[in-house]
């Protein structure tokens, strides 16, 4: 070890570690980086010989894989001798070249990173003779295979070349460990399904899953006669265990799920190799298999059975890895120990069936228009584009070559039956059959408490298991960073690197520690625990932390079932229907409302107490469904969550900080309930919200501000929430002024000027405080914070801007610039700002002239020409609600025929596709709303009632009467929140401000 200067450490930690400014941990870090290991001293030729001249024939390709094979041989030339003496294996058996293959792409991830950073080097310093990029290449290979070459590589990079001959080593001997667990209990692998008496094998490949404890991994056996079976490196009771459970739920629900053979050897052992295969009893029979199992796993409180832990068989769906059972939570992290909401409601959810692996989630959306992955048993599906970035090999075989972080594909197959790929069944009657199944199981077990205990601490009792500390694809990245040329020479960069896992320590740095020292040695780490202990410990049977757990995974199941009821069922298969929300067809989101009443109809009234009956249906269940924490800090919600501002996602998630779709929206709906009904519970529950925002926002930057996003989805958001809300409520809190004054936080400017995510939504909320402003301090803090959005909607304009007004590639009211410009006309107006009128009247032009000719309509976006949408967010509605407020300030600016023109095709397209706000028939309703105020009779007749008819047809009992994801969302734009909200604004305008222009 050699120490480090504290200058050297500090610069490690800014550089690998940014996220740390300051605070306990980075102190404790730097301590820790003090010392490191020492630099590798140089390697002796006959353990790292110089290759062969280079021959091009060997490298066809271009990626040095020529270059990578004779390392590989050299480091395991002993092996094939050693391999060829077991003879359980056949005369033409291929498992040393396998071996050899497979070590190949070790090596090449490990090494090619180094090497394309000398080519880079030579070819920079022009060390490269050649005439082309193909010539110059090759002259880098000549040189690398060269004894010169060979020389200097290892003397620059010992580290690299020593951790892969060590990776390479590890595999061998764990090859032949293998090999050895075959040979001595070859009879007794006679039991596994498939496996025929004396039958010899041809191959075994290894590395069929993540390294462990010394490079130890799951490997695949295969028989001459085609026949496989799985090694597994660890115990093996909890696969008995599990699969002893199934069948007991098969002999008493008279199910019949499929199980796995299994032959445990001590501490490893052999598994049946299960056939994937479309299930024969189709797929009806499927999804209540599913939910049959869903039920089991969520008794045993199993995590991690995503697609890749379940194989589908001709029998039906069957769990191959069990390794995850009986999860205890760490001190701190047990639904008990939540010091928030946002704790107990994210603890709700790791511990609930959404949590198992079984149901639909999709990990993080691609560009746009393409899926997500989700990594869901039966939501999976090959194609999907990939959420983490891997190394990609660009121009092979030229000097320009390099390796890129590039998203792929995935490309795991499977036959596990995905909701998407079930055509003959649908989606509903899927969620349907696993909730039902589900139900059963549970309902079993909740009346037959006592013995579902016994069984399960039978079969698991006396079981180990894995605990999942990380995501193993944190740990793929980190391993990845470390290959990088800078970490293979600097020990102080790599030790830094590998320090990140400590982010996630939650104050236990003993976890973190033990992670560090595995990743060093090139395992994935491992830790495990014994169902009846708290106890945690590393692969390698060592005491990480002798109380680690709130209680032992045992203990954590029992009490899971003793308090299994109808309420606890409810919430499970509640959860099941979340999951399948981002599953739900758009096209059943129509709602075919016609805005015009029929000719000859009378106008629909609807009284006061029919509204409030549905608003204060929905309030309830907001009540009902509020989550409330120890702290100060605000309630939460538990539904879908919609990555704002255009996700895709609708996971079942915690609400969050926006408006768009969180707590605040949530909280304004309370608001007004509380106000037109005089009920304290909805005021309660309102203030849960609000109370701790206003703490939140007189204490100065901090949690909220770490968004990228201002206007209607940032902080921002939350200011206006909290003025509307306390204006509503009558009183109390922050002033106006001081909310003013948290707008003018210093902190990152933003980065976009649009409505919805940028500065133009915060200046439509200035004035908005503007308005509401009671006094001078009011007034001179609110002017203040206009006068700086206004300044930075501006500066993006001067900066971004195009001479005929174009600012951002939308011309709509959410993302495009009908919705910059009017709020920067409205500021203009009241505070007398000539620029500011100049440039938002041109932007209003601009938007007025984009109409294409050949269809009198506007585009989405200005380089569009037929790509038309119609709501709030993009096209006729926001463009219509945009030139109305423009119109106030710029008379004549949008010609008669045009605003005629707009409102004919909101009228005609701009209802009926779904009930919200952001893209649906609220939106639409905003703009007739507006029109009737600014232009009576823009709309002609037969709109006069258009709100109680949408109420009467829509939005009336809708998340009784729909089933699609508008009804399971909580939220304001997008859902139950909106359509409470637009109850208020038919009850008394005056009172309930337009939400959708932050008025």
Request: charged share 25%.
């Amino acid at each position: 070890m050699v120490r480090v200067d504290s200058e050297s450490v500090s610069r490690a930690l800014d550089s690998y570690l940014p996220e740390l400014t300051s605070g306990e941990m980075r102190d404790y870090l730097s301590r820790r980086l003090e010392e490191v290991d020492s630099v590798a001293e140089g390697l002796s030729e006959a353990e790292f010989p110089a290759p062969a001249s280079y021959d091009p024939e060997l490298d066809t390709d271009g990626r040095l894989v020529d270059y990578f094979r004779h390392f590989v041989l050299a480091w395991t030339r002993d092996l094939e001798r050693e391999v060829s003496g077991f003879t359980c294996l056949s005369e033409d058996n291929t498992v040393f070249q396998d071996h050899v293959a497979a070590q190949v792409q070790v090596v090449a991830e490990l090494l090619v990173r180094t090497l394309l950073q000398e080519l880079y080097l030579r070819r920079s310093r022009d060390q490269l003779q050649g005439e082309s990029p193909e010539g110059r290449y090759r002259s880098f290979r000549e040189w690398t295979n060269s004894a010169e070459g060979h020389r200097e590589l290892l003397s620059r990079y010992p580290r690299a070349f020593q951790t892969a001959c060590a990776s390479v080593r590890t595999a061998g001997s764990g090859l032949l460990h293998i090999l050895s667990q075959v040979e001595l209990n070859r009879e007794r692998l006679d039991s596994l399904a498939g496996v025929t008496e004396g039958v010899l094998i041809a191959t075994v490949a290894a590395g069929r899953g993540d390294m462990h404890n010394g490079g130890r991994s799951v490997a695949e056996i295969v028989f001459e006669d085609g026949a496989r079976i799985l090694y597994k490196p660890r115990p093996l009771d909890s696969e008995v265990g599990f699969n002893a459970l199934v069948r007991w739920f098969n002999e008493r629900l008279g199910t019949s799920l499929s199980t796995v053979e299994v032959l445990t050897c001590r501490d490893e052992g052999f598994v049946e190799y299960v056939r994937a295969g479309e299930p024969r009893s189709g797929e009806r029979e499927y999804f209540a298999q599913i939910g049959q199992l869903l039920g089991i796993l969520y008794l045993v409180k199993a995590i991690d059975i995503h697609f890749e832990n379940v194989v589908t068989c001709a029998e039906g769906p069957v769990v191959v890895d069990t390794e995850t059972l009986l999860t205890p939570a760490l001190h701190g992290l047990a639904s008990g120990d939540a010091r928030s909401a946002r704790e107990k409601a994210n603890a709700a959810l790791r511990e609930s069936v959404f949590g198992i692996g079984v149901l639909p989630f999709a990990m993080r959306a691609g560009e746009s228009g393409e899926a997500a992955l989700d990594v869901g048993v039966i939501g999976y599906d090959p194609g999907q584009q990939t959420p983490y970035k891997h190394l990609q090999l660009r121009n092979p075989g030229r000097d320009d070559m390099f390796v890129e972080l590039a998203q792929g594909t995935s490309a795991n197959a499977t036959t596990n039956l995905s909701i998407s790929r079930a055509t003959g069944m649908p989606v509903r009657e899927q969620r349907d059959t696993i909730k039902r199944e589900l139900r059963r199981v549970l309902g079993y077990t909740a009346s037959h408490k006592e013995e579902v205990r016994a069984a399960i601490e039978e079969f698991l009792g006396d079981a180990s298991f894995r605990f999942l500390h990380h995501a193993t694809s944190f740990y793929s990245q980190l391993r990845r960073m470390v290959t990088h040329p800078d970490a293979m020479v600097d020990p102080l960069a790599r030790k830094a690197l590998l320090s990140r896992v400590f982010l996630g320590a939650r104050g236990r740095y003993e976890i973190a520690e033990d992670e560090a020292r595995q990743l060093a040695e090139g395992d994935v780490p491992y830790f495990c625990y014994s169902a009846r202990s708290r106890a945690l410990l590393a692969g390698d049977g060592r005491v990480v932390l002798e109380d680690a757990f709130h209680e032992s995974g045992l203990d954590a199941a029992l009490n899971r079932i003793s308090e299994l009821g109808d309420e606890a069922i409810d919430r499970q298969s509640t959860l099941v229907d979340l999951s399948f929300v981002p599953k739900l067809l758009v096209s059943d989101d129509v709602t075919g409302f016609a805005p015009r009443r029929s000719s000859g109809s009378a106008p629909v009234r609807v009284d006061r107490s029919r509204l409030l009956e549905e608003a204060t249906r929905v309030g309830d269940a907001f009540v009902d469904g509020m989550v409330d924490g120890p702290d100060d800090g605000p309630a939460v919600w538990i539904g879908p969550q919609v990555a704002a501002p255009e996700g895709e996602e609708w996971n079942p998630g915690v609400s969050g900080y926006d408006l768009y779709n969180g707590m605040p929206g949530i909280a304004l709906a309370l608001a007004g309930l509380a106000r037109e009904t005089g009920e304290e519970r909805f005021r309660r529950a309102a203030l849960r919200v609000i109370e701790p925002f206003e703490r939140l926002l007189s204490e100065g930057p901090g949690d909220l501000t770490g968004t990228a996003y201002r206007g209607m989805c940032g902080m921002d958001g939350i200011v206006y929430t909290t003025a509307t809300a306390r204006r509503i409520l009558g009183g109390g809190g922050l002033s106006v002024g001081e909310l003013a004054r948290a707008l003018l936080w210093d902190i990152e400017p933003p980065k976009l000027s649009d409505f919805i995510t940028g500065s133009a939504g915060t200046l439509a909320i200035c004035l908005s405080l503007h308005r509401n402003a009671v006094g001078e301090d009011d007034r001179k803090f609110t002017e203040e914070a206009a006068k700086v959005y206004a300044a930075r909607v501006m500066s993006d304009a001067a900066e971004h801007g195009t001479a005929d007004g174009r600012l951002t590639e939308y011309i709509g009211y959410a993302h495009g610039d009908i919705g910059i410009a009017a709020p920067l006309l409205e500021y203009a107006s009241v505070f007398g700002d000539r620029d500011a009128a100049e440039r938002g009247t041109r932007m209003a032009a601009a938007v007025r002239d984009a109409q294409r000719d050949h269809t009198r309509d506007w585009p989405r976006m200005w380089e569009e020409v037929d790509d038309f949408s119609y709501a709030w967010c993009h096209g006729a509605p926001g463009i219509l609600l945009g030139a109305l407020e423009v119109t106030r300030h710029v008379p004549g600016i949008f010609p008669e025929q045009t605003l005629s023109r707009l409102a004919e095709l909101t009228v005609t397209r701009g209802f009926g596709t779904n009930p919200t706000y952001c893209h649906g028939d609220l939106g639409s309703l905003e703009t007739v709303l507006l029109a009737e105020q600014v232009s009576p009779g823009l709309f002609g007749d037969g709109v006069d009632d258009l709100y109680p008819r949408l109420f009467t047809d829509v939005i009336e009992r809708y998340s009784e009467r729909a089933d699609t994801k508008y009804a399971y969302n909580h939220g304001f734009m997008l859902g139950q929140a909106g359509m409470v909200w637009s109850v208020l604004r038919h009850l008394d305008p005056g009172t309930y401000p337009s939400v959708v222009r932050l008025e």
